[in-house]
């Protein structure tokens, strides 16, 4: 059962447009969700992150919004840029499994493509 | 440099042999993790460990062994039980609420 929904597996938007990336979640334990960005043969990395105490993060380009009623998450680019293209990552980490059993539950990824 | 270093960058199994993946980190993180991502799906977790001598299984730990004899150390084997081994496999350490990654290994069967 997947607990972590990305459910468009790719996104293509012009450079200098907005992208948004959408992502649910079924679990009402999550309690921190994270994006990472990840290209190809290589690891994912940290993007931004996300408090279930919070609705808004920003961090330069990267918008991330949360919406817990829903459990539905997105993550705003503005403006995207051609280098933004790549593989987007929502992860969430579970309440319960904080100190020794910290684990985080990540979604299928979308391939976002930015055109120049 | 500080970071997580995973060695080989490719590996190939054979029929029936085990194999193992390094994973090695200079961050001084207690938590370290493995993840499998098959092309057009998530990372799954396979195994985890807190502080060393101590490990759990993730979500698909099947045919997969680890240890963590010391803190810098995680390496993953993957057993001839595993029948579907072919993957890139992630490794990863924590600090704080966040996974910091190694660039991967990516194992294929001859």
């Known amino acids: 059962d997947q607990q972590v929904k990305q459910n468009s597996p790719s996104l293509s938007v012009q450079e200098g447009r907005i992208s948004i990336l959408n992502c649910d979640y079924t679990n009402s334990m999550f309690d921190y969700f994270l994006w990472y960005k990840k290209y190809p043969a290589e690891g994912p990395t940290f993007l931004i992150s996300?408090?279930?105490?919070?609705d808004k993060n920003e961090d330069g380009r990267f918008t991330v919004f949360l919406n817990k009623s829903a459990k539905h998450l997105s993550l705003h680019i503005v403006p995207s840029q051609p280098g933004d293209s790549a593989v987007y990552f929502c992860a969430a980490r579970n309440s319960g499994s904080g100190g020794s059993n910290y684990k985080l539950t990540f979604g299928k990824g979308t391939l976002l493509t930015v055109n120049p | 440099d500080g970071g997580i270093t995973q060695s080989p960058k490719y590996l190939f199994r054979k029929e029936g042999q085990n194999v193992t993946l390094s994973c090695e980190q200079n961050?001084?993180?207690?938590?370290m993790y493995w993840y499998r991502q098959d092309p057009g799906q998530g990372l799954r977790l396979i195994y985890y460990s807190q502080i060393v001598n101590d490990f759990q299984k993730g979500d698909i730990a099947e045919g997969y062994s680890v240890s963590r004899e010391k803190k810098e150390s995680f390496p993953l084997t993957v057993t001839s039980a595993q029948k579907n081994p072919t993957a890139f496999y992630l490794c990863a350490s924590r600090w704080g609420e966040k996974l910091f990654f190694g660039s991967g290994t990516q194992l294929s069967v001859l």
């Open positions: 961050l001084n993180h207690d938590a």
């Open positions: 996300i408090s279930s105490i919070k």
